[in-house]
């Protein structure tokens, strides 16, 4: 199906990261179904070894056999945990949600993460993205290696990765295959996306393999119709936290028909502030509001996270017979 | 009979009579490529918590040699398991040698947290030298313990010989305190001495009554040296069950399934296998049995079916579970808080 503007059906994405201090997975498991509801792409999970709170991995895990559709993709650090034990997480839980898996690779900066292992220093951030790259690398043989456990032999998980810092750019365009990318209006967010799709096909990959998400943080608290000067049609304002969005969600629901007939972005990541109000303002708001508009899926035609994003499967580098490597 | 109710951990009058602790294992790797999904998982599950078993145990994450698949990693796996069940232990087994303790403590405190308390942690034997996966799992409980029961949470710092780490840690202290230890028998000074320091499941091949009662009082002998109960530690018999109407039945069928892993460990009828199993721990030879899975007709069906309730009818073995964590199946006391 293709929408009335001539572009491809958007992506949606929402973080269901919570903001109390303590974690209750009931809430995760009605936060997802929620975003399941509403013909979302995916949820994800934010982590870090610094972050209190459960591991991100372990809980969309017990996600999983909960919904049925939806993406389920955990923020997984690479530097500190052995690159075999990071893919052998990301695939099961690929297994356990039978193919809708990603995982949104990160990186450990700091020297109190480091302390935490017993290294003596953080490494510098650029080394610490090429290790990350590597880690893709290392899970992608392996996936490509042997028919292991999961809905599809050779089914890669999908890589995810936040590409609004810099220094993550070139393991985006690498190895992603979806980006976010944070932005206050379109023209930036479209910068970004071709320079990563240069970088793409610089890379030896297609550049349309790659979907790039405008990454806003929503507040929707203010009313159905009560966007501030400088907010909902006039655009979200940059914050210490990246480009904020207030207002309503018919007007949210404008905005992000409006970038995406742009062609800056294949879709949204949206990060509520809110999580419980803001994600059912979303679902009922301004998705059902793209639904109606044809912009946005009013069911999963596919099962897994890499059907409802359009990607195939990625070509196997290797010529697998014997499932040896 | 009558049913005894009781709280957590506190044996009664009639349960401080033998009480058979049960297991399963989940297959390991090679079970999991082709065709067999997670939802033959989900469904063993479910009868083992049917037959109100003590735990599930699900083996390592390393394939055998020559075999083109990737086995699933098992702290993922409970941790969707915990979704389809809501009683039954969930024991990963994970080796010390390819993880960081901050990393794996922290997996593990947040299974027993979306578990509420059925976290297990089997340490096998590995190319880990014993004195650093011992070293590993003080870390890990000193991790566990650097939240206070109020849930104040402060600073760790632990230099040893083969881990220097410090910071703070970020998962609140689990439900049980600590996740339950798992050990497999390592009749090495090294192994004993972690086995009586460290472990509160031991995991035993089967044999003879004899050489279980001898290994029993060994390894429970120990165990006052380190400030520990009998109590303290359950042994529980790896063993292979095959059934038949009767006894001539049972014998065919295990000469028909051939041998696994050696001689079936129990092949008889449901009435003898139940019989032999509760003069096994009676006697002392074991306290407990974890079933290894094997191509027998009916496979973990057939024994909650047919050995649990006569079990259940011996008064051997509980009739609905009396507490909502591991350790409470288990009878394990809560770890002491150390701050």
New interface residues.
Partial sequence: MTPPNGRGLLHLAAAVDRTAA??D?AVHVELTRLAESGGFDFVTLGDS???????A???L??????TTRIGLVPTVTTT???P??VQ??V???D????GRAGWCIDVSTTE??A????RRHAAPVDALWHEAGQVAEVAAR?WDS????G?HPGHHPVRVVDATDRHARATAARYADVALVQGTNPAQVGAVRAELQASALAHGRDPDELRVLAALTVDLGDGERAAEPGHGGGGPRQTAQGPLYRGGPVDLAELIAAWHETGAADGFHLTPVEPRRDLERLVNGTAALLQHRGLLRTFYPGSTLREHLGLGRPAHRYAVT???S | MTTVRTPAGQPSQESSRTQVHLAAYLPGGGDTTAGAGFASFERLARTAERGLFDFLLLAGEVPPAGHGGHAPEPVTVLNALVAGTEWIGLAATVDTASHEPYELARRLATLDHLSAGRAAWNVPASADPPARAAEFVDVSRELWDSWTPDGIVRPFAHRGRHFDIAGEFTVPRSPQGHPVVIRPCDESPEGGEFAASTAEVILTRYGTPEAGRAHHAAVKGRLAGYGRDHADLKIMAEVTVVLGDTAAEARERATALGAPDGRPSFVGTPESVAAEMEDSVRTGAADGFVLVPHPAPGGLDAFVDRVVPLLQERGAFRTHYTGRTLRSHLGLPEPVWKG
């Fill in positions: 303590h974690d997975v070894f610094a972050r209190p709170g459960f591991d991995l372990a809980v895990a017990r996600v999983a056999p909960a500190h945990t052995e075999f034990q052998a997480a695939a099961t839980l297994w356990v949600s039978r109190g993460e302390r935490l292992f017993g392996l042997a028919d292991r456990a809905p014997g499932g040896t």
